[in-house]
């Protein structure tokens, strides 16, 4: 893609993720109407469908030939990333933004003909936003992140996974995740995918692990990552499908190696 056009995208794309994030701040305290979709505690509002078709309106509006997959279905049916593609949660965290009013993402990812080239997760309620450009690092509002550190151990890291890992589950052995937790040096759970992500890019966790998400929850965290040297895969190492749903492991290099060799492939069912 060329860089003339990339940078008028990246522009757009952070107009309008900051405007819609100053709206759901600006009417947090409004009441909600709360659904539920997969499972009683898989929710969506009213602000999940009306973020989204901001989205829609303003891309559909501007960059007619680009597509759009994301989560509430009022996007295109996309089978795979030809073209522009513009990858979009709403809102990441919608048991956070409806239980606490904090905590959740928009989160944004653009892929070309199948190469992420921009990435922007914004923490709504801190007014942080997290932007990545393929090539170009990774940036926290202004600042740019760092690449994360050459050595790390797993003795010494924060790990981010949500707790039904630690109950019986189809993936992994729950006693060896149970070991694993106690191994690192601590296991944090933040409810917001994107948010996680941003946060392994930002190297305040080494990693993040998560049975199963969806292109709109990890498409901009992966680019983020990228950025500054960190990886993504299955949580078996495997290249993640980009238009499907997967388990999904991003973190630092060195942890996402002794976790998988040690952990994972130990207790993997
Ligand atoms: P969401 O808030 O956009 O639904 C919660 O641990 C994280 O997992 C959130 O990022 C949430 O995204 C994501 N997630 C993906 N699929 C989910 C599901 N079926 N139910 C609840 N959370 C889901
Ligand atoms: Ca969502």
Known sequence: MEIAIRDNIFNFAKKWILEAGNIIRQ?????????????????????????????????KTTFPDHLLLSEEG?????????????????????MNFVQ??????????????????????YNVMEDELYSAIRGEGAFKND??????????????????L??????????????????????????????????EFAFVAEGILEGYLTMGLSPWDFAAG???????GGITSTIDGA????????????GHRAVHKRIIEDFIKKGRK
């Open 143 to 160: 600042k740019k992140l760092p690449f994360l550190r050459k050595e790390q151990i797993l003795e010494e890291s924060v790990i981010g």
């Open 222 to 228: 992966i680019i983020l990552v990228n950025e500054v």
């Open 100 to 121: 606490q009013k904090r905590n959740f993402t928009i989160s944004i990812g653009i892929y070309h003909d199948g190469v992420g080239e921009i990435g922007l997760i």
């Open 27 to 59: 009417t947090i305290d409004d009441p909600i109407e709360v659904g539920t979709k997969s499972n009683p505690n898989d929710l969506v509002t009213t602000m999940d469908k009306n973020t989204e078709k901001y989205f829609v309106e303003k891309i």
């Open 74 to 94: 009022f996007g295109d049916e996309v089978k795979s990333l030809d073209g522009t593609v513009w990858i979009i949660d709403p809102i990441d965290g919608t």
């Open 239 to 250: 290249e993640i499908n980009m238009v499907g749903r997967n388990s999904v492991f991003t």
């Open 162 to 195: 949500n707790h039904l890992w630690l109950c019986e589950n189809p993936l992994v052995d729950e006693k060896v995740m149970q070991d694993l937790v106690r191994t690192a040096r601590g296991s944090r759970t933040y409810g917001s995918a994107a948010l």
